[in-house]
């Protein structure tokens, strides 16, 4: 069981406040796993999270360090934030980042973890974040997720879909972040 939420989007701003709404559902232990197409605004979401559960430091996307941890200044959890497009679809290389023992007492999010990390926790969340509007970003390349901080500002309304998996997910009602 679990609950399911479709959402639309229009602004990354409004992109951004889902995010720090979401905030408020998450707890520690909690896995969300992000999902949609370069510049979709995974990013922009997560930086929403970051800012809702008062991490320190600025969420950006971490290509490049593949995962970023971002203490909590308020005493909550902290957000692990996980690029998982450059590794290939193995347990062992998720292994390796040890998310296994970051997760009790951390929110973990995962870009691109679809098909890569789910065996973490069968409680989790899914967000799939899709453009309403045309498609690819114009210009944008498949280079990899460093291009999203870049792309993701286009204007295209998104369609956010929200599935929680699991029973911890069984009470949450997440078609309430759809009402403004």
Known sequence: MGSHATLTVPTPERMGRLGRELAGLLRPGD??????????????????????LGVRGAVTSPTFVIARVHPS???GPALVHVDAYRLGGGLDEMEDLDLDVSL???????EWGEGKVEQLSEDRLEVRIERTLGGAVPGA????????D?????????????TGLGR????VELAALAED
């Open 150 to 162: 870049e792309a993701g500002d286009d204007s295209d309304p998104r369609r956010v879909v929200l």
């Open 73 to 75: 200044l308020v005493g």
């Open 141 to 148: 390349t498949d280079g990899g997720p460093a291009a999203e």
């Open 168 to 171: 911890r997910w069984d009470t």
């Open 104 to 110: 009790p007492e951390s929110v973990v999010v995962v």
């Open 31 to 52: 896995l969300v796993l992000l999902s949609g197409e370069l510049g979709a605004g995974k990013t922009t979401l997560t930086r929403g999270l970051g800012e809702g």
